[in-house]
């Protein structure tokens, strides 16, 4: 692949403004609409400011950007699709924008202004080979020329009332008209110019009688290139011609294969060129030598395959440039879609730009020629010979977009608390393109879970929005999914151009998560783990989950956390007890001696510590509930008097419970006791105890180490091996109450009313086979 590559230059200061385009109306400059570069170069004036003796006649000076220098600027344009024209200070383009409308842009070269013309009918705007801009207007038989070289004088008229002939162009500032008579079989070719004064208005002279005109275009400010048929017994032939516009005569013509649909032609100096197409699927880039009478032989320089919409050149004596349009957004890639340029004596090919929509011929017999590089990126470039004699590109107008794919958009905030928007949050990214597939990865620093989104873009114009509606959940192997968990992720989007043009693409960034810890969390994803230790002593860690298309809760995932843990005779899930934002868990052992078991955070805990000895004087110990309010996790047990004991939780890990008190006596008829959280409603923690009748009750969390009346929730729990206050597992804001036994889990969801507080359980999958868990699951 063969690039121009010259040096990087900096952008001059450019403005696009809009101008009122009225009949016998000067074109008067509005304020300026497009942003100039924050700082203007040195010795060019800010945008919108105009520099001293620059002012065009007839132009506001608020419009008047800073001229682009002359011999080390590359004019900064909108994001131009096609090249329409050109004259010696200026050209004409046009924006096809994602909406679907199009619009025209005049680009002065001496002053560095870019005109968005008004909007017209669907004719649209024209020029061919001057500074001459020529639109019909709308439901008029009139056509306005308006000389862009001096934007400050009323635009000329022409009137061509005659409704059967069909505008085809503009070469100077001569119209051009051509109409086919169906019953007689006959056409004309008109140039019609300024003015009403007699041969105004002309019949080209040297077609045949029955020439249909099928295209037109302007070779230069005063040569046109036609392309037309005629049909003798039915026998269609195809022709080009090369029309003198002083003389309105035909000096040159030949015959050329057939095409079935419209193709391309090209002539200038000794040359033609043209494009044949038999078949949908085949085309042929053909030249021949001018004069002769169309007699000298065509030659195939280029086998196109299927691309009969490539558009052609003609540089100097020996040079054809090809590409096919639409390259930008194809997702197909081609080899033709590069501007490639062809020696028709020794078949040299020289690739000039990486794709190229249009190109228009130059007063000065270059080219200009609307494409991107991956080098300089997209823009018109001028395709000129060299001192070698070879062609080269060099970038004289810039839209400011890259021709490789990258990102020009990113919207993902620092921080996203999946606290908020239902878990959910909106990630999005913009790429410079449509035709794009790839994916973006989230990948969570700790764990390495990761989520992802793939995207598959189109041949639309414009940017491509990447938009990642994250729902707070992570991938896992049988695609159940878990919750996100807080901490550090990075992202990673990568993506290929489908077009073939340029590198695949990879950008990084990061981001964090926040989420409120929960009472049984230890993964710090907000969402309930569940411990259970099996018959050998092994601890086990589920982390579960519950989506809203699910009733069901479920396990993401079951870790093993280690062995040994049949030393305890006590297993016990706290909640936050030593501050360091994760739950924690105590374990007393067989002399009464409490351990504290730090959570990390990540789903495992710090080596043991020591809480203190004597706790083998309680027969049931409870954690979890914050039962006075202070936003700690307190600690309750039953002694072997049947007496209920309050530990304050004091967040701190070397002393993780304040001195005891008691909360009264004849807790012994109870078999088992569940700090629950807030499942009533009234902001602090409760309590459920189980009689040894099987009956639940209710302990609602009046004040520190304080509860209500009890109430009774009914009776048959004594199914139930073990109750666990779960925290918020099904994520509807109310703690819920866990329950596992030979016949199964069930999830039992808060309702946050002190007379039913729970709902109709849930069957799960987790812990579905206690029994092997020694009925230790907390």
Request: a negative charge; charged letters at 20%.
């Amino acid at each position: 692949m063969i690039h121009n590559r010259v040096p990087r230059r900096r952008l001059a200061a450019a403005v696009t403004v809009v101008l009122a385009l009225t009949a016998g109306t000067a074109m008067v400059a509005a304020p300026a609409t497009a942003a100039a570069p924050a700082v203007a170069p040195t010795g060019v004036a800010p945008a919108g400011v105009a520099p001293t003796g620059v002012a065009p006649a007839g132009v506001a000076p608020a419009g008047v950007a800073a001229p682009a220098d002359a011999t080390d600027g590359v004019l900064a344009i909108p994001r131009t699709y096609e090249i329409l024209g050109a004259g010696p200070t200026g050209f004409l383009s046009s924006e096809r924008r994602a909406d679907g409308t199009v619009v025209h842009h005049w680009t002065s070269t001496t002053t560095g202004v870019t005109t968005e013309l008004p909007r017209q009918s669907t004719d649209g705007y024209r020029a061919g080979g001057s500074d001459t801009v020529v639109a019909k207007e709308p439901l008029k038989t009139r056509y306005l020329l308006h000389d862009m070289s001096s934007p400050g004088d009323a635009p000329v008229v022409v009137e061509q009332p005659d409704s059967r002939l069909l505008w085809r162009g503009v070469v100077g500032r001569t119209l051009v008209f051509s109409s086919f008579d169906e019953a007689s079989r006959t056409g004309v070719l008109r140039l019609v110019g300024e003015g009403n004064q007699e041969g105004h208005d002309r019949r080209v002279t040297g077609l045949p009688e029955n020439a249909r005109v099928l295209r037109v275009e302007a070779a230069s400010a005063s040569t046109l290139l036609v392309r037309y048929t005629t049909n003798d017994a039915g026998t269609v032939v195809q022709h080009l011609a090369v029309v003198d516009v002083a003389t309105a005569a035909v000096v040159d013509d030949r015959v050329t294969g057939n095409a079935v649909h419209s193709v391309d032609f090209a002539a200038s100096g000794p040359r033609w060129a043209w494009i044949e197409s038999p078949t949908t699927m085949t085309a042929k880039l053909m030249y021949a030598d001018r004069g002769g009478n169309g007699s000298a032989p065509a030659t195939e320089a280029v086998d196109l395959g299927a691309g009969g919409r490539t558009h052609l050149g003609v540089l100097g004596a020996d040079w054809l440039t090809y590409a096919l349009p639409g390259g930008d957004i194809t997702v197909e890639p081609s080899p033709h879609h590069a501007l490639t340029a062809f020696h028709v004596t020794d078949g040299t090919k020289v690739e000039l730009l990486d794709h190229a929509t249009s190109s228009v011929s130059a007063p000065d017999g270059s080219l200009l020629v609307r494409g991107g590089t991956v080098a300089r990126g997209e823009g018109v470039y001028r395709v000129a010979l060299g001192a070698d004699g070879k062609p080269a590109a060099t970038l004289v107008a810039s839209t400011g977009r890259p021709t490789a794919l990258a990102v020009v958009g990113k919207d993902v905030p620092a921080v996203v608390d999946l606290d908020q928007n239902l878990g959910r949050a909106t990630l999005g990214w913009t790429l410079s393109r449509t035709n794009a597939k790839g994916s973006v990865t989230l990948r969570h620093v700790g764990t390495g879970r990761t989520a992802r989104l793939d995207f598959d873009g189109g041949t639309n114009l414009g940017d491509l929005p990447v938009t990642m509606d994250w729902d707070g959940m992570v991938e896992t192997e049988d695609d159940r999914g878990a919750f996100a968990p807080s901490g550090d992720y990075t992202w990673e989007l990568t993506a290929t151009p489908r077009n073939g043009v340029g590198p695949d693409l990879k950008e990084t960034g990061t981001f964090k998560v926040t989420r409120k810890a929960g009472a049984h969390d230890y993964t710090d994803n907000s969402t309930p783990d569940l411990l259970s230790r099996d018959a050998s002593g092994v601890l086990w860690r589920d982390d579960t989950a519950k989506v809203a298309s699910s009733s069901e809760m479920y396990s993401t995932e079951r870790v093993r956390l280690g062995g040994g843990w049949q030393i305890y005779n006590q297993l016990e899930a706290v909640g936050n007890i030593a501050g360091a934002g994760a739950a924690d868990l105590v374990a007393r052992d067989a002399a009464g001696v409490l351990w504290l078991y730090q959570g990390k955070g990540d789903g495992a805990f710090t080596p043991r510590t020591k809480i203190g000895g004597g706790w083998n004087t309680y027969t049931h110990l409870t954690g979890g509930s914050d039962l006075d309010g202070d936003g700690k996790s307190d600690l309750l047990g039953i002694d072997t008097t049947g007496a209920l004991w309050f530990y304050k939780g004091t967040g701190n890990a070397g002393a993780p419970f304040g001195g005891r008190t008691k909360v009264g006596g004849g807790w012994d008829i109870y078999n088992q006791i569940t700090a629950t959280g807030d499942v009533a409603g009234s902001a602090r923690g409760d309590l459920v105890a189980r009689d040894k009748a099987g009956v639940l009750w209710l302990y609602q969390g009046s004040g520190p180490g304080a509860f209500s009346t009890r109430v009774r929730l009914g009776a048959g729990w004594n199914t139930f091996t073990q109750l666990v206050g779960v925290g918020d597992a099904d994520r509807d804001g109310r703690a819920d109450l866990y329950a596992v036994g030979a016949g199964g889990s069930f999830l039992y969801p808060g309702t946050g009313s002190a007379s039913t507080p729970f709902g109709p359980r849930v069957a799960n999958s987790v812990n579905v086979n206690a029994h092997r868990f020694n009925h230790t699951v907390f």
